[in-house]
């Protein structure tokens, strides 16, 4: 299951890389119409679409409901689900290109989880390993019979997605800096790359009227649930402009060392049965594009949540899109479709080599 969503998520990677070209002539007034219509017709409220060029922000905006009841659309805080996974992973990168953590060193010198303490394996489990999804847990142990956390694999032996291994980092980084996580991704990321309106937990004076929600495949609003604590694989809050600002950092490799952010475009492993996908640290890596292009790619899908990020560091573009509605990947798929004249032939290599 976990290669499937992960080969599912490589292949829409390689659709937007070809929007992503035609960026400019994107966000004209006969694709906005579309686009709306296309949420009305799955259900879906609200879409944001981010687009950089030449390293640079050239547009941000909010589609559907969204644009029209908050008057400040560029503000409407999304929740990404899984797009807070390369947010933790720029924050840990940040400390060890300052010589404040190591990537390479046992997590157990600063934390180890009550459930795998009698496991001698918790002593091989390094960051490097949570975040090019090597760990070697499920990616909760809610999923396990006993609902406990358990090594399925060696550390650094297999691909296995998992949200447990960044929370286990989120632990150790707590512990070792003393800090909660969430303050340091302020003083770390969110102050240096001007994201003001980001947050790992709501802010207590924080107006929910700013909250694009989450829906459901008939436009059902699910209920409003407070983060009260941080997660460091799923809790972000976000507007468009504030994360297409963390794309811009993330190509320009802002605030991390040269020998890091190679890295970060560098397959760590690569995924089981998917011609040119691997996993680099943190983002899906999609390499052999057309143009000698390579992508660096995101999703995050929880209930009412589809979200994706798309980074091409060849050309200095990228492309954000949040939405609020379950039906958001079709809402991508149907605008894949209607964009691209090679989507099809890349959706057949991808399945073949699926």
Not at 69 to 86: Q, R
Not at 163 to 179: D, S, T, V
Not at 240 to 247: E, G, L, N, P, S
Request: overall charge neutral; some cysteine.
């Amino acid at each position: 299951m976990e290669k499937h969503i992960f080969i599912t998520f490589a292949i829409l990677s390689l659709n937007l890389f070809y929007i992503s070209a035609q960026s400019m002539d994107s966000l004209n007034p006969e694709f906005k119409r579309r686009l709306e219509a296309l949420l009305k017709e799955q259900n879906v409220p609200t879409a944001a679409v981010g687009l950089i060029e030449d390293n640079k922000m050239v547009a941000t905006e909010v589609f559907g409901l969204g644009s029209s009841t908050n008057d400040a659309p560029s503000e409407l805080l999304f929740s990404v689900a899984s797009l807070t996974k390369p947010v933790s992973m720029m924050l840990a990168l940040t400390l060890n290109s300052n010589n404040l953590w190591n990537l390479n060193e046992p997590l157990a010198d600063y934390w180890i989880d009550p459930d795998v303490k009698e496991d001698s394996l918790v002593y091989q489990l390094s960051s490097r390993h949570v975040l090019s999804h090597q760990g070697g847990f499920t990616n909760w142990r809610s999923m396990n019979s006993d609902g406990k956390l358990a090594f399925d694999t060696v550390p650094g032996t297999s691909f296995r997605y998992s949200g447990e291994g960044f929370e286990y980092l989120r632990q150790a980084i707590e512990k070792k800096f003393h800090q909660s996580f969430e303050h340091l991704a302020e003083s770390c990321l969110f102050k240096p790359f001007k994201m003001d309106h980001s947050f790992l937990t709501w802010p207590d004076n924080l107006d929910t009227l700013q909250y694009a929600g989450r829906f459901d495949q008939n436009s059902k609003r699910y209920p409003f649930e407070k983060i009260t604590s941080a997660n460091a694989a799923a809790s972000l809050v976000t507007t468009i402009h504030d994360y297409t600002k963390f794309a811009v950092a993330c190509l320009k490799g802002q605030g991390i060392s040269k020998a890091l952010n190679k890295q970060i475009h560098t397959p760590q492993i690569m995924v089981p049965q998917a011609k040119d996908v691997g996993i680099g640290l943190s983002w899906v890596v999609v390499k052999n594009l057309s143009g000698g292009e390579y992508a660096l790619m995101h999703s995050g899908s929880d209930p009412g949540i589809k979200t994706f990020v798309i980074l091409l560091p060849k050309s200095k573009r990228a492309l954000v899109i949040f939405t609020n509605g379950d039906n958001g990947q079709k809402v991508y798929e149907h605008v894949l479709k209607e964009l691209l004249d090679v989507g099809d032939e890349i959706l057949r290599r991808m399945n073949q080599s699926s």
